[in-house]
């Protein structure tokens, strides 16, 4: 089975752990951006029955325009219990799995809720094909390529992997960073994908005044 995590934080408070005073929090940009590729997502989708999403949103149970879609939704109170949005996302994605008592040998695909995919190649890849990571090498702050990091607005693992991972928390290490190292020492490299093109558009370091396209 595969399972896709949409990630969301309606009113985020931190980003690349700088508190979000001056960032698009609960505003009508950011709400839009969420509808917009989330809809676009699960237009891509299609209903298809091999692959079931689920937006998981970390600022408390109520009632959000997340409820309109046709999709699971799960709230958490992940929202500030770190500085940094990676390590919020990674407590939301554990609580998923437990809540759905997701398999270790089922797939997940994790996605940014603000981030759009423009087609079905990265999907069609992880269906199509089985291997335990499917990941973008990738310095998203520098647009260069690099083993050392990763595009972790879109992936796919195994959810055996993403269950047992927690960020260390280290000064010297970006959560991208970390979770590539994790993933390249757990993982035989025989079943890791290297992904060229994720055909993603993202809003880079919180902002949607620039889109870019890994």
Not at 94 to 108: L, P
Not at 134 to 163: D, E, H
């Amino acid at each position: 089975m595969i399972y896709i995590i949409i990630t969301a934080s309606i009113d985020n408070n931190y980003c690349d752990g700088i508190k979000a005073q001056n960032l698009p929090r609960n505003s009508p940009e950011r709400d839009n951006r969420y509808i917009t590729s989330i809809t676009q997502l699960l237009q891509l989708l299609n209903n298809d029955p091999d692959i079931k999403p689920i937006i998981v949103e970390n600022g408390g149970k109520r009632k959000t325009y997340l409820d309109n879609f046709n999709c699971d939704v799960l709230y958490t109170n992940n929202n500030g219990q770190y500085i940094h949005k990676g390590f919020n996302e990674q407590l939301d994605i554990q609580q998923v799995i437990k809540e759905y008592n997701i398999n270790d040998d089922d797939t997940i695909i994790k996605i940014s809720g603000r981030y759009k995919l423009l087609n079905n190649y990265f999907i069609n890849l992880v269906k199509n094909n089985n291997k335990d990571a499917y990941i973008k090498f990738f310095n998203v702050a520098t647009r260069q390529f690099t083993y050392t990091t990763m595009a972790s607005g879109l992936f796919a693992i195994k959810c055996k992997y993403l269950k047992d991972f927690n960020y260390s928390g280290l000064k010297n290490k970006s959560t991208d960073t970390e979770l590539v190292e994790y993933i390249l020492s757990n993982v035989n490299k025989n079943n890791i994908m290297e992904i060229e093109n994720l055909n993603l558009e993202y809003a880079l370091f919180g902002s949607n005044n620039m889109l870019l396209i890994v």
